[in-house]
């Protein structure tokens, strides 16, 4: 079983900073992407950025220029630094990786407020 653990959320002004951090545990082989969802109240949860195990990235077109995705793959750690937050950043973020096709792990989610 893997488990996922999400840190670094908080409440940050707008135009401020957060970065996430989310450590995967247990009996991992192999992990293949991972990657950041978000869900904010009333709305469904939506794919934030993902990293795949090469490296390659891709964002939501609202977070583009903003957020930047990273992986330490010795670690097994995927984060993402997140610049110029705006109120509509604001939801719970939840961590993902993929183990194979067929299996999804995922974070318990960390809350991200941006409010002045």
């Known amino acids: 079983q893997v488990q996922l653990v999400e840190s670094g959320g908080g409440l940050v002004q707008p135009g401020g900073s957060l970065r996430l951090s989310c450590a995967a545990s247990g009996s991992i082989f192999s992990i293949n992407a991972m990657g950041w969802y978000r869900q904010a109240p009333g709305k469904e949860r939506e794919l934030v950025a993902v990293?795949?195990?090469?490296?390659?990235?891709n964002y939501a077109d609202s977070v583009k220029g903003r957020f930047t995705i990273s992986r330490d793959n010795a670690k097994n750690t995927v984060s993402v630094q997140m610049n110029s937050l705006k109120p509509e950043d604001t939801a719970v973020y939840y961590c993902?990786?993929?183990?194979?096709?067929?299996?999804?792990?995922w974070g318990q989610g960390t809350q991200v407020t941006v409010s002045s």
């Open positions: 993902y990786a993929d183990l194979s096709v067929y299996s999804r792990a």
């Open positions: 990293i795949t195990s090469g490296g390659s990235t």
